[in-house]
Structures are given as C-alpha cells and as structure tokens.
C-alpha cells in the first residue's frame, strides 16, 4: 500500500529551527509537496521537490531524497504565525497526490 | 471572485437527504479535485476532473458522484447522506493533473446527523 509517515505534532520556541519529516512509500514518483494548513482554513502551498536535494524559500527549505524515500521541511526563525499544520503530499506514478495526515506545530513564546 | 469559491460554508443535514457541495474557480484550471479531511488522516481524494467532460474516481468516491460540465464548475453530490460522511470537503485546482501545485478552496464543514 501507498503510505506517508509524518511527526504528529512537533513543539518549537519562537526565533528557533525547526525540521519536520517526511517518509514515504508509494507506488511511482512525480513529486513531493508540503503545504501548510492554520486551523479552520484551507492548505496553501509550500514547496515542491521532484529532484534530489535542498530547495530553499526564504525562511522555509526543503529536502528530498528519493532513494530513502525521505523530504524534510525546515523552517528558520521561527514565528508565531507559524504555528499550523504542515502536510506532507507525495505525486504517485497515477498522478494523484497521497498525503500524510500532516504534523502540528505548536510554537511557544 | 479570484480563487475557489465553495458552497456552503457548513451545513447540517439529516441522514438519507441529498446535498450537493458547489465548487467554482475563475482561475480556467484545467484540473478539479474534491477531498475530504477527518481528524487524523490525511486528505483523501473522492473524485477528480482532468479537463471539463471528463470525471474519475478517487481513494474514497463511494457515496459520492461529480460532474464537470464547464471549465469553472465542479458540484460533489452526496445522493443518500450518512453519518460517516460527516468531515471537512474541500475543493482544489491545478493548471494541469501532474507536477502542479493544487489551489484549495475554503472547506465545507458538513455534519450528517
């Protein structure tokens, strides 16, 4: 089966760095996306990784490698808007996007 | 309007009755996708629309039918409601159905009851 493994919930202090995971298994790969969702509201777009390595966007960075089945996001001095879920999505060979139940990140003063 | 539109906002309905989620974007995507979100489980894909006249099912599209008469509009119908389709639906676009970031519209939260 297709399968995104994700932190549940991650706790972070205001001004820090933060790495949230990402496993995946999935049948094919046409690319991986985080996507960011604040509670009650809908997922907004983060970024997208379909080559190996490090893509950087201001504060926010993420990582991929796809012979470990594996993306990281990194998120640097931290904010307090930051706090929301971080949903991890992976493009299959059907081109439909599996997603992760998503990480919880709670940033504390 | 700029973006995805959906309606309604929330709604309570009885078990049994027949609801339709309206979906709208003026952004001319080609691609359509409804998903629905439950507490700790990740999105999950119901039906998709790669292009107006075409549909296909999803993970989860029991229960639930689409159609895709036109460019901007994608309604999701429920035709009996049941207790288990109680979640949050959200609406999405993409330029295209492979390697493009997918636009969300604001969520229905519908409760059957």
């Known amino acids: 089966g297709q399968n995104i493994d994700q932190p549940t919930e991650m706790t972070a202090t205001e001004g820090a760095i933060v790495q949230i995971n990402c496993t995946y298994q999935t049948s094919g790969f046409n690319g991986l996306f985080w996507y960011q969702q604040h509670a009650g509201e809908a997922p907004t777009f983060l970024s997208y990784n379909v080559l190996d390595g490090l893509e950087e966007k201001g504060r926010f960075s993420s990582f991929l490698s796809r012979s470990k089945g594996y993306s990281y996001l990194l998120l640097k001095e931290l904010q307090m808007k930051d706090s929301a879920s971080y949903l991890c999505?992976?493009?299959?060979?059907?081109?439909?996007?599996?997603w992760g139940a998503g990480t919880k990140l709670i940033i504390k003063p | 309007i700029a973006g995805i539109t959906q309606a309604p906002t929330s709604q309570i309905l009885a078990a049994g009755r027949r609801m339709t989620l309206r979906c709208t974007q003026d952004m001319r995507h080609n691609a359509m996708y409804w998903y629905r979100q439950d507490l700790g489980l990740g999105l999950r894909l119901i039906h998709y629309?790669?292009?107006?006249?075409?549909?296909g099912k999803g993970e989860v599209p029991d229960g639930y039918s689409v159609s895709r008469a036109n460019t901007d509009d994608f309604p999701l119908t429920l035709a009996s409601a049941v207790p288990s389709q109680t979640s949050v639906y959200f609406c999405a676009s993409s330029d295209s159905r492979g390697g493009n970031e997918q636009f969300f519209g604001p969520g229905t939260r519908l409760t059957v009851l």
């Open positions: 629309s790669n292009t107006a006249g075409t549909t």
């Open positions: 999505a992976v493009m299959d060979s059907n081109y439909q996007l599996i």
